[in-house]
């Protein structure tokens, strides 16, 4: 009992962790691939949402730099009162340069703005000098304008000295005896901030996304992994019971094998028929466990054909009699009057059956009992019962006499029985698609009945 207890335990620790692991395994597998997948969507996103965005206030750029342009195309002087309306409107910066020096129409009381200033304005044009860029150019028809030749470009700069980027337009026009150049900028500040929110919220979603996957996946994953931990889990148990049930006979045909070794010949006899007893419930046990594994590995052999369960009952009945009578318990049968159809069935099987539940029912009936064997049609349906008057079968028990090795408490005793007996029979019927239930007996003992 010690040894199934630590056997069972060292396998169930083992598999505990070993599911664990494979349980978190297959959630940063889940939530890996998911993330993954849904950050390299939204990367795409954001990288579709930027361009498009840096496109557009390009673009509302250039409109701006084209109506400006075209302004200036119309007016015959270009005075200081509009430049400043026009920088305050479209919160660019201006800067005019009359032959290459720079107009002071824009400067502040603040030295160090104007520093600034100056500073993005050869920024600017050092960036339009290296950079190669396609020039519009407004060529103007009008006698009164004072401007002629005007062409436009409109560039993206990052200022070295300050790490901001700029959308910058040069406005050229040149008379004969002078070339006039208005440079306006405009901070990138807005649009690098609203790109930054965009992707911090981005950032945010997904983090949050994660979070939820993760946890969606550890529920669904030891979802997925509960119906294999519980097979596992009663793998080991069989295991365990198995190995408990073996080391029994095992140890006493060793025991009897070194007691015939020493004993004198005239009571060597005696061991060697234990040695046989043993080795014969060793192979019984055997044989039930490979009935078991085979149902369990679906390879368990049923070959239905329409088979007359009337006929096979009587076969069992007239086996069973002798054993019942040994033991002075009576034993009847009950078929219906009327001739039955076929049952599609495996004849062998369902012998196989009807033989545990009536020696089950002979084990677990004292003397003098009754055992009643019956068949009967309800709605197409065969039902085979199996009653007896016997000591009957705890609500407790009734849970569980389907479990392999279980056996009730009274009834352990008992050297014959493994407990696996009902495990088989349960195995065979609902190969067949059948279903087996117990119930307790009138006036006590238990009744089994089989449908097919
Ligand atoms: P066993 O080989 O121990 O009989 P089974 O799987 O056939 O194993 O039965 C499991 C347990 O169910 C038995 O140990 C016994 O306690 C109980 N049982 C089965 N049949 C009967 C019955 N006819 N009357 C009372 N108890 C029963």
Redesign the pocket.
């Known amino acids: 009992m010690i040894f199934a207890v630590v056997v069972s335990y060292r396998i169930k620790g083992e598999k505990n962790t070993m599911f664990q692991k494979v349980h978190l395994r297959l959630t940063f597998l889940c939530t890996g691939i998911t993330a993954v997948i849904m950050i390299i969507m939204s990367l795409c996103y954001l990288y579709v949402s930027e361009t498009g965005l840096r496109r557009n206030q390009f673009q509302a750029f250039r409109n701006d730099i084209n109506t400006i342009s075209t302004n200036l195309e119309q007016q015959t002087v270009i005075s200081m009162e509009w430049l400043s309306k026009m920088e305050a409107q479209g919160n660019y910066l201006f800067f005019v340069l009359d032959n290459g020096t720079p107009f002071l129409f824009n400067q502040l009381n603040d030295p160090e703005e104007n520093a600034l200033r100056s500073l993005l304005l050869q920024e600017s044009r050092d960036a339009f000098q290296s950079q190669s860029h396609t020039e519009t150019s407004i060529r103007t028809s009008s006698q009164t304008t004072a401007f002629s030749n005007l062409t436009h470009a409109e560039y993206e700069f990052v200022s070295p000295s300050t790490n901001i980027g700029y959308f910058a337009g040069r406005i050229c026009m040149g008379t004969d005896e002078s070339a006039l150049e208005i440079v306006v900028l405009s901070s990138m500040l807005n649009l690098e901030n609203q790109i930054h929110e965009q992707r911090l919220r981005f950032l945010l979603i997904d983090l949050a996304a994660v979070t939820l996957l993760g946890i969606f996946s550890w529920f669904f994953t030891g979802w997925l992994l509960k119906p294999i931990a519980e097979n596992q889990r009663k793998q080991a148990q069989f295991i365990a019971s198995a190995s408990h049930e073996l080391r029994t006979p095992l140890s006493v045909i060793l025991s009897a094998a070194e007691c015939c070794r020493t004993a004198p010949p005239e009571r060597r006899e005696k061991f060697l028929k234990t040695i046989s007893v043993e080795g014969m419930r060793v192979s019984s046990l055997v044989s039930d466990m490979l009935t078991l594994s085979q149902s369990d590995d679906h390879r368990f052999p049923i070959r239905t054909k329409p088979t007359e369960l009337d006929t096979l009952l009587m076969n069992s009945y007239e086996a069973f009699v002798p054993l019942t009578q040994e033991k002075s318990i009576s034993l009847s049968m009950e078929l219906p009057d009327d001739a039955l159809p076929p049952c599609n069935a495996d004849p062998e099987r369902v012998s196989q059956v009807i033989s545990?539940?009536l020696?089950?029912?002979i084990?677990?009936?004292p003397e003098h009992g009754r055992i009643t064997l019956s068949l009967a049609v309800h709605r197409d349906k065969f039902h085979i019962t199996?009653t007896?008057n016997?000591?009957?079968?705890s609500d407790e028990?009734k849970k569980k006499?389907?479990d392999r090795f279980?056996?009730?408490e009274?009834?352990?005793s008992?050297k014959?029985?493994?407990?696996?007996?009902?495990?088989?029979?349960y195995e065979i019927v609902k190969a067949h698609g059948g279903s087996i239930a117990?119930s307790d007996a009138e006036g006590g003992?238990?009744c089994?009945t089989v449908v097919l």
């Open positions: 545990i539940l020696h089950n029912a084990s677990y009936t199996v007896d016997g000591i009957g079968i028990d006499i389907f279980y056996r009730a009274k009834s352990r008992t014959d029985h493994f407990g696996l007996g009902l495990s088989i029979a117990v003992g238990s089994f």
